[in-house]
């Protein structure tokens, strides 16, 4: 992995930027090169969300992913907005249970998982970006235990320390998921 | 940590125990992080009625010495610009952060360089500058927090960091292993005469022209001097160049992209990026124009660095614009399609 | 023998004031203040923009002159810089205080900011040549209102000590003038009042004078003092306004 841009996509609320730091921590305890830039401002209190993350064997230049080699779709205006910008040969996760249609690209890899469903039945609540995340690592054979697990303990503050292995749960659900 | 944490950090290692502001997208993060640090640290936090009460809490503090900054974003900047006047006249060292945005007017919040001219010929009214920081990186943002803390008061002014809503709002690793220069000493903050030594007297008033006229010219060979010791650019591939882009912040990360992919296409581009804006790296143009063809200003704004840049060139050779505006960034292809047309056309 | 003598607190370059202009009263009682409190040595003195811009020539204590109406986030600055050490007070005028500071007087009052304000009011600005100002009274004529203020199209006076006195934030608010020999006293009383609740760590602590212009009123002296009498006064009623520590908790005047 030279450099690897990552766009994490869909409605304020549904934990996108924090995905988003996971990985790009996860990236910093392997000693790459890491950004993470989220959209701001009045679109983070419930409107499109969205946020780029590059991990980088060389220093990154800018910030702003623009054509993902990943994009990880959680609402529908994100996937018809960011589809075409997916780089060829790229991967494109859809959130199955909240976007209905297929992607209409045939030459990106296309994972559906239906997480926000699994997070309800498998009663990890709204962790359905991490199960995502798991899905994500595992795609790209890049799900370190080790790493995930010190990456979830650098974004989960010791006042949510109960959160973590929910969230580690989640990541595992993801991983299993086969679809 | 996020730029702008990293500002925060940065000033409270360089000695900073006193911030003063205002809410403002977006900068938010820096008043955050103190208001959470500063009352564990004996230090004061303040959320000021306005701008403009912030940037005189800061003045009351530097006027008694101590280092104190305050941040804002480019409507909030306006609103300052009468203190920044102010502590410029009566040769006060603090630190301000402008983490821009679209204007004029309210604009919007997202990213911008159009508060260069505002920032690099001093903003409010009258002869001065302050020192102008960019920073590229959220480690930048850090380290040129810690020297703009040193320089102003080295100098006895004011440094700015004009920074922008992307480095601020991004996350990268950021190392603070600084050697940091603790504030001098400052015989004449006003700390209360002890009844050991005549009053110290803070001032911006001369009613007199030839006096006003005198304080003028001493500020401005301090100004010289400034200029001729702290310029600061970095060079990247510029040696060879046939074309260099010239740009600063989010605007110099974009563009380094670009450099790459011209040189990946046979291209001879460089960057040369300006860590200071006051003073402007103005030998580091001149030298480049000695071999380049071409210079491309790169920028957030509808073309104010450029000035800079053909001044210190001297308009030797051409110098011509890529810009987006409003909160737009250009992309790595835009500053890449520029050189290419630049190449085709020549120069010189 | 009783020798009169001028105050250590004060330094000995001439006053630049208009003849029969009480600011030269006003500086001798802050000085005395701060002479008999024994702390010139920690005082520092905030000079507003307007007729007294120049106060930072003529009180020995430290000194910082303050943009227009900033007086009091200065103020603030420079207590918050060292609070057990510094006496910090703030010398306004109308103009200064009442109209571009506004916000600025409101918030340090809110905030109960241990600082001492003293505020000069003369219905008038002195330093430009006499305009109109936020204080100037009803049908007052100036350089900008010369057919009277007309409460219609510039509304009516602002009433600081009235205003402030609504609020939990400060701890003293009291309306003096210097127009005679019992009120100079009175006055001097309240100056001293304001800087030892400081001294105490009381809080927001301001003294508002009522004070003549005779140049901009355009009067003789004397009848710019009996104006304040016979308009002033009537128009801003003399007494406190709050006074925390004596239960006086404001809302309304207590003479």
Sequence with gaps: ?179 | MKGNEAIAEAAIQAGCRHYFGYPITPQTEIAAYMAKRMPKIGGTFLQAESEIAAINMVYGVASAGKRVMTSSSSPGISLKSEGLSYLAGADLPALVVNAQRGGPGLGGIQPSQSDYFQATRGGGHGDYHMIVLAPSSVQEMAQLTIKGFELADEYRMTSMILADGTIGQMMEPVSFDFDIKEAPAKPWATTGTKMAREHNVINSLYLNPELLEKTNIERYKKYEIIAEKEALAEEYLTEDADIIIAAFGIAARVSRNAVNEARANGIKAGLIRPITLWPFPEKVFAKAAEHAKQIISVELSMGQMIEDVRLATQCRIPVSLCYRVGGMIPTPDQVYQAIVEASEKGGK | MIVFEKPKSLTDVPLHYCPGCTHGIVHRLVAEAIDELGIEGKTVGIAPVGCSVMAYDYFSCDMIEAAHGRAPAVATGVKRSDPDNLIVFTYQGDGDLASIGTAETVHAAARNENITVIFINNAIYGMTGGQMAPTSLPGQVTQTSPYGRDVKACGYPVKICEMLSELEGPEYLERVTVNNVANVRKAKKAIKKAFQNQIDGKGFSLVEVISSCPTNWGMTPKEALKWIDDNMIPYYPLGVYKDRSAGILGGKKED
């Excluded at chain 1, 766009?7 to 790009?24: R, T, W």
């Excluded at chain 1, 249970?97 to 039945?121: G, H, N, P």
């Design chain 1, 1 to 179: 992995m030279a450099t690897k841009e990552f766009l994490f996509a869909g409605f304020g609320g549904q934990g996108l930027l924090f995905s988003g730091k996971v990985l790009a921590y996860k990236g910093l305890i392997e000693e790459k090169n890491v950004s993470w830039l989220p959209s701001y401002g009045p679109e983070m209190r419930g409107g499109t969300a969205n946020c780029s993350v590059i991990i980088s064997d060389e220093p990154v230049g800018a910030p702003i992913v623009l054509n993902p080699d990943v994009l990880v779709a959680m609402n529908l205006p994100s996937l018809d907005k960011y589809e075409k910008a997916v780089r060829k040969g790229g991967i494109i996760l859809v959130d199955s249970s909240l976007i209905s249609r297929k992607v209409e690209r045939d030459d990106v890899d296309v994972y559906y998982v239906t997480a926000t469903r699994l997070a309800d039945e498998n009663g990890t609540g709204q962790l359905a970006n991490m199960i995502l995340m798991g899905k994500l690592l595992s795609v790209l054979d890049e799900y370190n235990e080790e790493t995930v697990s010190a990456a979830l303990e650098k974004c989960i503050s010791a006042r949510h320390a109960d959160m973590l292995d929910y969230n580690r749960k989640a990541m595992e659900t993801g991983r299993n998921y086969a679809g």
